[in-house]
């Protein structure tokens, strides 16, 4: 069975900035891809960002690009995000997800406050 825990949230003011972490108990060179997802009180699950295993390329929502920077430490099997310049819009639980041959994996989430 994969875990993924998430960690790094909490209450930071506009402008500010967080490093969101989700540490896989398996290799995560098992995996595909790695993502992030924000979900807003209300409001559907979101895609934030994406890290391809095998290319290392990424891929970002226009609502966060130039602001967010996903990246990875495969030797700690984590994955993390950057987060700079938030915006109350910001505010949402982040999700870790992980997609492999043996299905997709998410974490519990991490909640993140934008607010003064």
């Known amino acids: 069975q994969v875990h993924l825990v998430e960690s790094g949230g909490g209450l930071v003011p506009p402008g500010g900035s967080l490093r969101l972490s989700c540490t896989v108990s398996v290799s995560i060179w098992t995996m595909r891809a790695l993502r992030w997802f924000r979900q807003a009180p209300g409001q559907e699950r979101d895609y934030v960002a994406r890290i391809a295993m095998f290319s290392a390329s990424t891929d970002y929502a226009d609502s966060v690009k130039g602001r967010f920077t996903i990246s990875r430490d495969d030797a700690k099997n984590t994955v993390y995000l950057q987060m700079n310049n938030l915006k109350p819009e910001d505010t949402a639980v982040y999700y870790c997800?992980?997609?492999?041959?043996?299905?997709?994996?998410w974490g519990q989430g991490t909640q993140v406050t934008v607010s003064s």
């Open positions: 997800h992980a997609d492999s041959s043996d299905g997709e994996f």
